[in-house]
């Protein structure tokens, strides 16, 4: 290559942009949200869905209606691509390890560790052979005020599925 191809040269690699993927996505939500200064809860609000709901879809773990995306995507400045993205249907589970190494995360794979038998036993128990929907599925995080330091109160409610025979 000659010394004044180069900037054609630049131009032509500028120009071959690999396709953009769902994490790009979520990394530009990230970028967006930080650089304005926007809650989880103000762009929930301009979703129209829960704070839950709508982070777990902007993190790639949901699919978006259009309105809700263009809602996100407008607020965020998203590109066009990427408010497509949000439509689609996603591949869920995003943690990069069978075991969680991030510490808060963690506490929950710990949770289910210590826990996970109990809630099995009182679930059947109460409702039979079956199982609790994360598909048909809410949750609500807040905070709870205590004396000994704030506490965090997860209500998660899944519909209960019953096993079939056949």
């Known amino acids: 290559m000659k010394k004044n191809d180069a900037p054609e040269a630049l131009l032509a690699a500028a120009s ?3 396709p953009m993927k769902r994490t790009d ?5 990230m970028e967006a949200k930080i650089k304005k200064g926007l809650s989880w809860t103000k762009i929930a ?3 129209g869905a829960s704070k839950e709901w709508t982070i777990a879809a902007l993190l790639g773990q949901m699919q978006m209606t259009k309105p809700q995306a263009e809602a996100a995507g ?3 400045g998203l590109p066009p691509y ?12 995003s943690l990069p390890t069978a075991v969680p190494t991030d510490p808060l995360i963690y506490r929950f794979y710990e949770l289910v560790s210590v826990y996970g038998t109990t809630f ?4 059947h128990e109460e ?18 005020a205590d004396p000994k330091g704030d506490r965090v109160q997860i209500i998660m ?4 599925l019953q096993y079939k025979t056949y």
Request: proline share 2%.
């Open 127 to 144: 409702f039979g052979d079956g199982i609790m929907s994360a598909i048909d599925f809410k949750m609500d995080l807040q905070r709870e």
């Open 120 to 123: 099995k036993e009182l679930i």
């Open 45 to 47: 609000k301009a979703v």
């Open 157 to 160: 409610s899944g519909k209960y």
């Open 16 to 18: 071959m942009t690999k």
């Open 25 to 29: 996505v979520t990394e530009l939500v």
């Open 82 to 93: 990427a408010v497509l993205l949000l439509q689609q249907v996603p591949y869920k589970g």
């Open 74 to 76: 407008k607020l965020l």
